[in-house]
């Protein structure tokens, strides 16, 4: 049982490394449908936002793989993984750069003094 736990931890990992530093695209179609097999655990054919719990690449970017809005990850969509463009939200009352879009941060004034 503890090696059974090891090797999907380990497989967890590998899995991970993979998606995060080589990316789904440059993956070869076996250890993407080897990953994809290891996180349909009914055997449906299709990745569960719940089947994926515990992989964060996976989970973060579930939603917006997920095209057909069925609440489950077919093997294309999953291959796609690594298009998918993660949102990140900004931190309360942050501005957003005028680079894109937002503009310079006002500058305090000078309270006037009395003369």
């Known amino acids: 049982m503890a090696r059974k736990l090891h090797a999907v931890g380990l497989m967890k990992v590998l899995a991970s490394v993979l998606l995060v530093f080589a990316g789904v695209a440059h993956a070869?179609?076996?250890a993407i449908n080897r990953y994809f097999d290891s996180l349909d655990l009914n055997g449906d054919g299709y990745v569960s936002l719940s089947e994926a719990a515990g992989h964060e690449v996976v989970v973060t970017r579930f939603d917006r793989?997920?095209?057909d809005k069925d609440g489950k990850l077919s093997r294309k969509e999953f291959a796609n993984l690594?298009?998918?463009k993660v949102r990140?939200?900004?931190k309360k009352g942050e501005e957003p750069s005028a680079?894109?879009?937002?503009?310079?941060?006002?500058?305090k004034e000078k309270p006037a003094t009395g003369g």
């Open 88 to 90: 990140v939200a900004k």
């Open 99 to 107: 680079a894109v879009g937002g503009s310079a941060p006002k500058k």
């Open 28 to 30: 070869d179609d076996g």
């Open 65 to 67: 793989a997920d095209r």
């Open 82 to 84: 690594s298009k998918v």
